[in-house]
Nanobody, 125 residues
Framework: QVQLVETGGGLVQAGGSLRLSCAHDGRTLKNSNMAWFRQAPGKEREIVAAIDWTGRSTYYADSVKGRFTISRENGEKITAYLQMRSLKLHDTAVYYC?????????????????WGQGTQVTVSS
């Protein structure tokens, strides 16, 4: 059974930084593409960033380009990170980690098979 365990998140002032982590057992899901989505109250879930198995191919939503960085470490435990800088009020949302076993980075939530429990990120003024 694939379990994605998220850590990080919390309350930060606008302009600040946070780092989210998402880990899963590499023996249960190999060659995983991983992504971060977010959902603000009253809004649909949207992709924030995605990364392929190798780490060489990434995708960023326009709203976070230049501010967020997705990266990963591969091993027995596979961990994806989302470094968030210059946080803005509209970055406030529940952030979800997602994973799928495939070779290409995709952006649609329906394409991801496994999801973390979500972690709240709140940016205050």
């Amino acid at each position: 059974q694939v379990q994605l365990v998220e850590t990080g998140g919390g309350l930060v002032q606008a302009g600040g930084s946070l780092r989210l982590s998402c880990a899963h057992d590499g023996r249960t899901l190999k060659n995983s593409n991983m992504a971060w989505f977010r959902q603000a109250p009253g809004k649909e879930r949207e992709i924030v960033a995605a990364i392929d198995w190798t780490g060489r191919s990434t995708y960023y939503a326009d709203s976070v380009k230049g501010r967020f960085t997705i990266s990963r470490e591969n091993g027995e435990k596979i961990t994806a990170y989302l470094q968030m800088r210059s946080l803005k009020l509209h970055d406030t949302a529940v952030y979800y980690c997602a994973a799928r076993s495939a070779t290409a980075v995709v952006t649609g939530a329906a394409r991801y098979d496994y999801w973390g429990q979500g972690t709240q990120v709140t940016v205050s003024s």
